[in-house]
């Protein structure tokens, strides 16, 4: 029997209005800038604080999410991306982030204190291997607490890409199609050849290749189902610009060739300090005028005749001592 994995992605509109749980504090709301379809935003400051609990809109059926499947049905993981985005002189008191999932109303499993990093990064907080079993007939909800208290200032925190990872063993052959990613630069179209692309699936590696000199990859035969594709990017250098990994959720169709482009944002060149260009021009400049200046003229001392024949015969007098001129 087939073991297959997959992993669903909630939009942030399938989330219901968040819960207030205690007045006084501002609700969250979905951000429309970052993400409009997988942001979720708590905030907090100067005045109020935030706090909210966000639901689905509908619960969802494990019969749906794993369709023929016969035994060992698992939620497997559990991953969500956290981000904070900060005012000058900000002061946080605290801010507290959960994931849980429920399954037939009943908490069967609740993720550790979610992390932050500063935009435009993100904190990937992955919950893996939590093998929490389910039936076809339970119903899962998928609950995000989000609370953000500040001492001075204005701050916020994004919670985004919601996704749980799951598995089962089904007695059907999946489908399957083909792959075709083009790596581009996202600014301006141009392929990037040299750049490390993998299909992942519930966190596991499906397949993995570099692309070519169009830009391209190209996987035959994947199964029909939901997929990750990464790209990883390269630090940019003195002499060239560097590109931020991608990370994107596709779904692959059977018989059919799915084509995707993966549109990586150029990092800029390294700069190096002022004070390194100053000691660089400082060397230069110095060089210059040792390599460009022109021999100095021999100095000649000229010394009486008289002081001569004092010295000769200060030598004299020392050789018969017995002294020697080194």
Request: with cysteine.
């Amino acid at each position: 029997m087939p073991y297959k994995y997959g992993s669903r992605k909630f939009k942030s509109a399938e989330f219901a209005d968040p819960e207030r749980l205690n007045m006084g504090f501002q609700l969250p709301y979905r951000d429309t800038e970052h993400s409009t379809e997988t942001c979720l935003v708590c905030a907090g400051g100067p005045v109020q604080n935030g706090e909210g609990l966000w639901k689905l809109r509908e619960k969802l059926s494990v019969a749906s999410l794993m369709p023929n499947a016969i035994s060992n049905r698992m939620i497997t993981e559990v991953s969500c991306k956290g981000s904070s985005q900060w005012t000058f002189g900000a002061i946080t008191s605290y801010a507290n982030c959960y994931l849980s999932i429920l399954g037939d109303n009943a908490q069967i499993w609740k993720g550790s204190l979610l992390s932050h990093d500063a935009l435009p990064d993100y904190a990937k907080n992955l919950f893996s291997d939590i093998n929490v079993s389910v039936d076809d007939y339970t119903e899962l909800d998928v609950n995000l607490y989000q609370k953000l208290v500040m001492a001075l200032g204005w701050a916020a925190v994004h919670d985004y890409d919601i996704t749980i990872g799951y598995s089962y063993y089904t007695d059907v052959t999946p489908s399957t199609g083909d792959v075709e990613v083009t790596v581009v630069d996202a600014e301006s179209g141009a392929v990037l050849s040299g750049f490390s692309v993998r299909l992942m699936q519930s966190n596991k590696l499906i397949r993995t290749s570099i692309s070519d000199s169009s830009g391209k990859i190209t996987w035959g035969n994947v199964d029909e189902g939901d997929y990750t594709i990464q790209v990883l990017g390269v630090q940019p250098t003195l002499w060239s610009v560097g590109y931020s990994d991608l990370e994107d959720t596709v779904k692959v169709e059977p018989d059919v060739t799915n084509i995707f482009t993966a549109k990586l944002a150029a990092i800029p060149r390294a700069q190096l300090p002022w004070y390194a260009w100053a000691g660089i021009g400082v060397a230069v400049i110095g060089g210059a005028v040792v390599y460009f200046r022109r021999p100095l003229a021999p100095i000649v001392v000229k010394v009486p005749y008289a002081a001569h024949r004092v010295y000769g015969g200060i030598k004299k007098l020392a050789k018969g001592y017995g002294y020697e001129e080194e």
